[in-house]
């Protein structure tokens, strides 16, 4: 935690299983610098487990108090969190 940066990732097409270690890793690597804005409006598909992924990477970002949105998310997006009922957990990330 030396530093204090934004770091900005855009989210590819799909989020499944083969997508999510590459981005595990560079949430790991953004969220050891500082702030992170994950770009969400190219996501057409998204699992669970990407979703889950999201979650803990802003809990992270919470406890080393960084910041962490989800910027733009796509509606396909939006509509996998609605979904899936965590809607309440993503809310405070999100912005249009």
């Given amino acids: 935690m030396a530093k204090?940066?934004?770091?900005?990732?855009?989210?590819?097409?799909?989020?499944?299983?083969?997508?999510i270690d590459g981005i595990r890793d560079t949430l790991?690597?953004?969220?050891?610098?500082?702030?992170v804005t994950v770009v969400g409006g190219a996501v057409e598909r998204v699992s669970t487990?990407?979703?889950?992924?999201?979650a803990s990477a802003a809990e992270t970002a919470r406890r080393h108090q960084?910041?962490?949105?989800?910027?733009?998310?796509?509606?396909?997006?939006?509509?996998?969190i609605e979904r899936l009922g965590l809607?309440?957990?993503?809310?405070?990330?999100?912005?249009?």
């Fill in 28 to 35: 790991i690597d953004a969220l050891e610098e500082g702030s």
């Fill in 66 to 80: 960084f910041d962490f949105t989800i910027e733009a998310p796509s509606a396909a997006m939006t509509a996998a």
């Fill in 87 to 96: 809607g309440a957990q993503f809310s405070g990330m999100m912005r249009q």
């Fill in 4 to 19: 204090q940066s934004l770091r900005k990732i855009a989210l590819p097409a799909v989020i499944d299983l083969d997508a």
């Fill in 49 to 54: 487990n990407a979703l889950m992924l999201l």
